[in-house]
């Protein structure tokens, strides 16, 4: 069974630049979930889908960063303009079961200069 | 909203020794979880505790949850410079049961 996979693995742009990155869960897993780590720090919460739907953005930083999950399968985060604190490591993780079990994808290295 | 603290920050001991990491939870959880993230890699799940005063073991880790489900412990006895990571508790809560993790304890390990 193929695990969360993220694309890419790492990205370097420039401020105000746009960047998309992508995450495909395990297949069936209907929630997934995006968490940033900045600077080895605690992973924090962005958002977490049920489906094609957002449960939960709370913890979304502003209106810079926008995901998706059309369809319900694969899902994007968007960050424009990119701005220097956006750098850290995003992952993405999916769930069969809703609150249960996490499975994290390798990550998304974001260095924004 | 919900806030998930551990401490230590950092711990670093000798090989052998054992290790203890604490988790508070500023709210009631259904669940807690844990996991490990090796240095340049991305968290693993470790284990699951749903019950009251739950105690659950694999081999040298001793996961512990509080009464009020709202702490947690990991004890890792005997150490190996395999066990090198960073642990992180998470705490299931909410309407949304949202998985919010703690701020993670660092352990090295050294032989």
């Known amino acids: 069974e193929a695990g969360v996979t993220q694309f890419p693995s790492h990205s370097v742009i420039e401020k105000g630049q746009t960047v998309t990155l992508r995450c495909d869960p395990i297949?069936?897993?209907?929630?997934l979930y995006w968490y940033r780590r900045v600077m080895g720090k605690e992973i924090k919460f962005l958002l977490h889908?049920?489906?094609?739907?957002?449960?939960?953005e709370s913890g979304m930083p502003n209106n810079r960063f926008l995901a998706e999950r059309t369809g319900g399968t694969y899902s994007t985060l968007k960050v424009q303009p990119a701005e220097l604190e956006d750098s850290g490591v995003y992952f993405c993780a999916s769930s069969q079961v809703f609150g249960g079990e996490l499975f994290f994808g390798e990550g998304s290295r974001l260095t924004v200069l | 909203g919900q806030q998930v603290m551990q401490i230590p920050q950092y711990q670093h001991v000798q090989e052998g020794e054992d290790f203890t990491t604490y988790c508070n939870s500023s709210?009631?959880?259904?669940?807690i979880q844990w996991y490990k993230q090796r240095p340049g890699g991305h968290p693993v799940f470790l284990i699951q505790l749903v019950k009251s005063g739950e105690v659950k073991k694999q081999k040298r880790l001793t996961f512990q949850f509080g009464e009020a489900k709202k702490n947690s412990s990991l004890h890792i006895t005997a150490t190996q410079t395999t066990d090198v990571g960073t642990y992180f508790c998470a705490g299931v809560g909410g309407g949304y049961q949202k998985v919010t993790f703690g701020t993670g304890t660092k352990l090295q390990v050294i032989p």
């Open positions: 889908f049920v489906k094609e739907s957002k449960q939960d």
């Open positions: 709210t009631t959880l259904s669940n």
């Open positions: 297949s069936g897993h209907d929630n």
